[in-house]
């Protein structure tokens, strides 16, 4: 690979001969939702893609261990959980990185060990990197932690040649902490979207002995206090205490789960249903069951839950700290944003649907509208074009600054 790193002009033999894009993709552990984009990227004419993960599993997840194709592995090394849930080590990273012959890598994740020596070795073998990872700093950290996020951000700020952001708030704020001739693009997650926009939603009207329909909340998630899942139950309750019809379904398990069940009161009780962690193949039979979802996180770096209640064209309510609230909610349209821990606020959120349930088919309409351009398949073609930008014109620092349309979603 020829890249001009002393005068900006000269383009990539990938970028003017047009040949197949060897990227390497380096991230923790193979989640469900990136398989499945990493797969259509692998499919994609312009990108021959290897991809390796730091480890098998994290203790906060019990996603069943998934089959990897050929072109992706787990890397041995050591799962250091007692420093951070994902935090590991893979000394073989540097042997993966040298026997590639890669024309560009993207390095998830900046805080595991395994990232940074993967950062710098890239940087010293010449391979320009993009760095891909959500909202830097939701997370709240005391001050040795807020030191430590800086300084393991020091690679990305002086090396990096350029940052995918997962979502439009996580650009900006990458934006903010970047020198100006880094290029910022919005890369969000994409997902297999297939099962769910597969689920039939036909206009609901009211059963001969009442009304009005039940309105069926959903929420799915880890039961922790990120989530705001009190939140929502709080609000429930009020939803139902002016007597409207209405179910609430959780999904999801956690540490929070018994005191989740104890904040709904006895007599609401029977509305809520906790049905536990599902694999990500049995949630399609939830959302079709269920007709808003709701979000109420504290703080969330995306949320890849709406982009699938998005498919399932369903009405999302979300709190503005979700990342993906941003991106994929058209306030009024096909959901409603509210301010995390508002209980008021989502309360009224949730009546709106109670008191006009015409609204759930008409957002819900929206959603699935919108779905259309967060198919897997649009993930990767971003992806290529971010990677052909990024080949075609790399420079050295301190060049003039990348183009506005930088910061939107390519493609």
Known sequence: MTVSRTDGTERSDVVERGRRIRLLVMTVMPSPYQRELFAAMAAHPGLDVRVIYYTSSSPDRQWGRPRLPASSRVLPGLALHSISTC????????????????????????????????????????????????????????????????????????????????????????????????????????????????????????????????????????????????????????????????SLTIVGDGPDRHRCRRLIGPEWRPRVRFLGFHQPDDLPNVFAESDVFVLPSRYDGWGVVVNEALAAGMPIIATSAVGAGADLIEPGRNGFVVAPGDVEALTAAMKRFVAEPTLVHRLGTRSREIAGDWTTARGAERWFHVCRYVLGRCRPRGAATAPEECIACIG
């Open 87 to 246: 935090c590991c080590l893979n000394p073989t990273v540097v042997s993966e990185i040298g026997k590639g012959a890669y024309d560009l890598a993207v390095v998830g994740d900046y805080f595991t060990l395994t990232a940074q020596l993967a950062m710098r070795y890239l940087t010293w073998r010449g391979i320009p990197w993009v760095f891909w990872g959500e909202a830097p700093g939701m997370s709240p950290r005391g001050p040795v932690g807020r030191g430590l996020r800086r300084l393991a951000q020091q690679p990305i700020r002086r090396h990096a040649a350029a940052v995918a952001a997962i979502g439009t708030r996580a650009a900006a704020l990458y934006r903010r902490i970047l020198p100006p001739d880094v290029p910022v693009f919005n890369i969000p997650y994409h997902c297999d979207l297939a099962p769910y926009l597969a689920i039939p939603r036909p206009r609901r009207s009211g059963m001969p002995s009442v009304s009005v329909p039940e309105v069926r909340f959903l929420f799915s998630g880890q039961l922790i206090h990120r989530k705001g899942v009190d939140v929502l139950l709080r609000a429930f309750e009020r939803v139902c205490e002016t007597g409207a019809a209405a």
